[in-house]
């Protein structure tokens, strides 16, 4: 054991002598430093000398014990399990409260005779030991990684089995389980001792917002890993917190407020999980989903855009989206955006509408949303500035008329609608604003005529001619164009994404079809047909969209004055480059537009 003696700086009292108090110290520390042999009841007395120094905090004195060369002492009494071995621990603990301590506390093997000390059977000595360890590798992941190798995790958990009445001693273990809990290792430790348990448990008998919130941190931490997302679902880790919420709401405590918070967000992180989520579902009657309908309703914004974000989580399935709606879910969520029309949370407005979407996508939802007059409610939101508001508000409708006739032939005449959704196929800022526009738009002209014709057509020919005649769809298309609508669908048609090129293309093709006199002069003042022709001689362009532009152009050849435009531009030699194409379904369609062009079909 080394003898080396450190130098102290020694405190002067008033009248320039050095501090008994100090004096004590200084000798304590030495005759720690140059002990060879532990002989417990000789250290005793200095121990105490020197915890007393640190219980006081004077600045610096936790450094000064540190560096005096009893560090070694200290483990190798900690190595040796003696009696002594409590005391040591609470003052390595006391020591590693200063960052600048814990560094020395590693060099001298502290945390590697301290670990073995955590499969005490006295509280006390789990305290002091938990306490050390965890302030000595505090925000040191290397540390914490071995700690993990070392298998402190099964113990961390089995203590709190063991002594959950222990508050302190619970703490120490929670604050390290706080600080593991982000690493992999820890998370795969954890995934056989059925934590979720031991932590409601604590959950539902926290005395305070600081133990709560800790609780909840670590639950946030852990519900990263898929395998105990499930875990938690199936130990009622949903049902705790939305317990813990129903206990709180009403209260103006920021802590408490902060609680709902965050236990609110871990419930929809939760419900990302398919089997977890339907669990908490329950066919509509799970205590989870019970809460999330009554949080749709509270006057706490965190809480009404977690419900609306939980209702869009569970609205993942074709099922439960027809359940929810049985259930009425929807009134509750078109009342919520409403609220939050004018000046509102734009996070709320958002939720609201994602959720509106998914309930959509089942088509008998359509029709009964539409029955209920969801697409009227819901338009009050064209008044919103927020790109992310307009986003979800364009996909909500987009998806609302997808398939439905009725719909886009009402929303296709509305010149407010048609009005904002230019407005938004020119937002040169938010490009997501500026496709959903237009790929409504598009949905207006192609929903606006009944699916199955349309389809039959296609399947046919792959030509929209007088098949359609005048027909209600024909105002739907004289509105788009007289909105100045035919250009953003032009424009559309030379998107980057072969989706949305087709939609632009087929509505196009529809449009020429039911009422080519109100889409020529669009055309050419867009400048369609060079478009047309530079995409079927785009040696990298889809054959998908190939197709569909064949499609359109097909349909305006029907037209005498179209057909002249078409020849004009040479559109026949571009034909020609396609007629032996490797796709067989493309070259015979190319040849049939080209004897179309020539007069020979």
């Given at each position: 054991?080394?003898?080396?003696?450190?130098?102290?700086?020694?405190?002067?009292?008033?009248?320039?002598?050095?501090?008994?108090?100090?004096?004590?110290?200084?000798?304590?520390?030495?005759?720690?430093?140059?002990?060879?042999?532990?002989?417990?009841?000789?250290l005793k007395p200095h121990l105490d000398t020197v915890l007393a120094?640190?219980?006081?905090?004077?600045?610096?004195?936790?450094?000064?014990?540190?560096?005096?060369?009893?560090?070694?002492?200290?483990?190798?009494?900690?190595?040796?399990?003696t009696w002594l071995s409590c005391q040591v621990a609470l003052v390595?603990?006391?020591?590693?409260?200063?960052?600048?301590?814990?560094?020395?506390?590693?060099?001298?093997?502290?945390?590697?005779?301290?670990?073995?000390?955590?499969?005490?059977?006295?509280?006390?000595?789990?305290?002091?030991?938990?306490?050390?360890?965890?302030?000595?590798?505090?925000?040191?992941?290397?540390?914490?990684?071995?700690?993990?190798?070392?298998?402190?995790?099964?113990?961390?958990?089995?203590?709190?089995?063991?002594?959950?009445?222990?508050?302190?001693?619970?703490?120490?273990?929670?604050?390290?389980?706080?600080?593991?809990?982000?690493?992999?290792?820890?998370?795969?430790?954890?995934?056989?001792?059925?934590?979720?348990?031991?932590?409601?448990?604590?959950?539902?008998?926290?005395?305070?917002?600081?133990?709560?919130?800790?609780?909840?941190?670590?639950?946030?931490?852990?519900?990263?890993?898929?395998?105990?997302?499930?875990?938690?679902?199936?130990?009622?880790?949903?049902?705790?917190?939305?317990?813990?919420?129903?206990?709180?709401?009403?209260?103006?405590?920021?802590?408490?407020?902060?609680?709902?918070?965050?236990?609110?967000?871990?419930?929809?992180?939760?419900?990302?999980?398919?089997?977890?989520?339907?669990?908490?579902?329950?066919?509509?009657?799970?205590?989870?989903?019970?809460?999330?309908?009554?949080?749709?309703?509270?006057?706490?914004?965190?809480?009404?855009?977690?419900?609306?974000?939980?209702?869009?989580?569970?609205?993942?399935?074709?099922?439960?989206?027809?359940?929810?709606?049985?259930?009425?879910?929807?009134?509750?969520?078109?009342?919520?955006?409403?609220?939050?029309v004018d000046e509102g949370d734009v996070s709320v407005q958002h939720?609201?509408?994602?959720?509106?979407?998914?309930?959509?996508?089942?088509?008998?939802?359509?029709?009964?949303?539409?029955?209920?007059?969801?697409?009227?409610?819901?338009?009050?939101?064209?008044?919103?500035?927020?790109?992310?508001?307009?986003?979800?508000?364009?996909?909500?409708?987009?998806?609302?008329?997808?398939?439905?006739?009725?719909?886009?032939?009402?929303?296709?005449?509305?010149?407010?609608?048609?009005?904002?959704?230019?407005?938004?196929?020119?937002?040169?800022?938010?490009?997501?604003?500026?496709?959903?526009?237009?790929?409504?738009?598009?949905?207006?002209?192609?929903?606006?005529?009944?699916?199955?014709?349309?389809?039959?057509?296609?399947?046919?020919?792959?030509?929209?001619?007088?098949?359609?005649?005048?027909?209600?769809?024909?105002?739907?298309?004289?509105?788009?164009?007289?909105?100045?609508?035919?250009?953003?669908?032009?424009?559309?048609?030379?998107?980057?994404?072969?989706?949305?090129?087709?939609?632009?293309?087929?509505?196009?093709?529809?449009?020429?079809?039911?009422?080519?006199?109100?889409?020529?002069?669009?055309?050419?003042?867009?400048?369609?047909?060079?478009?047309?022709?530079?995409?079927?001689?785009?040696?990298?362009?889809?054959?998908?969209?190939?197709?569909?532009?064949?499609?359109?152009?097909?349909?305006?050849?029907?037209?005498?004055?179209?057909?002249?435009?078409?020849?004009?531009?040479?559109?026949?030699?571009?034909?020609?480059?396609?007629?032996?194409?490797?796709?067989?379904?493309?070259?015979?369609?190319?040849?049939?537009?080209?004897?179309?062009?020539?007069?020979?079909?």
């Amino acid at each position: 054991m080394s003898s080396v003696l450190i130098k102290h700086n020694l405190l002067l009292s008033t009248d320039g002598t050095v501090s008994p108090e100090h004096n004590s110290l200084s000798e304590a520390l030495k005759a720690i430093s140059v002990s060879t042999e532990l002989i417990e009841e000789e250290l005793k007395p200095h121990l105490d000398t020197v915890l007393a120094a640190l219980l006081e905090k004077k600045k610096d004195a936790a450094v000064e014990i540190a560096r005096s060369g009893i560090l070694p002492t200290l483990a190798q009494a900690l190595q040796s399990k003696t009696w002594l071995s409590c005391q040591v621990a609470l003052v390595v603990a006391e020591m590693a409260r200063e960052a600048a301590v814990r560094e020395l506390c590693i060099e001298a093997g502290l945390v590697k005779v301290l670990v073995p000390h955590l499969n005490s059977n006295n509280q006390e000595v789990l305290l002091n030991t938990g306490r050390a360890i965890g302030r000595i590798c505090f925000d040191n992941s290397y540390q914490q990684e071995q700690l993990v190798q070392s298998g402190v995790i099964p113990r961390l958990v089995s203590i709190m089995r063991e002594y959950p009445e222990n508050d302190p001693l619970v703490n120490v273990c929670l604050l390290a389980l706080c600080n593991l809990a982000d690493m992999g290792s820890a998370r795969e430790a954890l995934t056989d001792l059925n934590v979720a348990e031991v932590l409601t448990f604590q959950l539902r008998r926290a005395p305070d917002a600081e133990r709560r919130h800790v609780i909840l941190e670590i639950l946030s931490s852990l519900g990263e890993s898929d395998t105990l997302k499930l875990q938690f679902a199936e130990s009622g880790v949903p049902e705790a917190l939305s317990e813990m919420i129903r206990g709180l709401r009403g209260g103006s405590d920021p802590h408490d407020l902060c609680s709902i918070k965050i236990a609110s967000n871990l419930i929809v992180s939760l419900l990302l999980g398919d089997e977890s989520m339907q669990k908490c579902f329950g066919e509509g009657s799970g205590l989870v989903y019970q809460d999330v309908l009554s949080w749709l309703q509270s006057s706490n914004t965190q809480l009404q855009l977690s419900g609306a974000l939980a209702i869009a989580n569970f609205a993942r399935n074709d099922s439960n989206c027809v359940k929810m709606l049985d259930l009425g879910v929807v009134p509750y969520i078109l009342t919520l955006l409403e609220q939050h029309v004018d000046e509102g949370d734009v996070s709320v407005q958002h939720a609201g509408l994602s959720a509106l979407r998914n309930l959509a996508i089942p088509a008998t939802n359509k029709v009964r949303m539409l029955e209920d007059g969801v697409t009227e409610r819901i338009k009050t939101l064209l008044r919103s500035d927020m790109p992310p508001v307009q986003f979800k508000l364009l996909g909500a409708l987009r998806m609302m008329v997808d398939g439905q006739e009725e719909t886009a032939l009402v929303l296709g005449k509305d010149s407010v609608l048609l009005s904002r959704v230019m407005e938004w196929c020119e937002a040169k800022d938010h490009a997501g604003v500026r496709g959903e526009a237009s790929r409504l738009l598009a949905a207006l002209i192609r929903h606006s005529r009944s699916s199955d014709s349309i389809s039959a057509a296609y399947a046919e020919t792959h030509t929209l001619t007088t098949n359609y005649g005048l027909c209600p769809c024909q105002e739907v298309v004289q509105a788009v164009a007289k909105a100045d609508g035919v250009r953003h669908l032009i424009s559309m048609a030379t998107s980057e994404h072969v989706i949305m090129q087709n939609e632009a293309l087929v509505a196009l093709a529809i449009a020429s079809a039911i009422d080519i006199e109100s889409m020529q002069e669009p055309f050419r003042g867009a400048e369609l047909l060079p478009t047309l022709k530079k995409m079927l001689e785009d040696p990298v362009g889809a054959v998908e969209v190939k197709f569909s532009a064949l499609g359109l152009i097909c349909s305006l050849a029907n037209s005498g004055e179209m057909k002249e435009d078409l020849n004009s531009v040479n559109m026949r030699e571009s034909l020609s480059k396609l007629v032996d194409h490797s796709s067989s379904k493309l070259a015979s369609q190319a040849q049939s537009v080209q004897a179309i062009l020539s007069g020979t079909s």
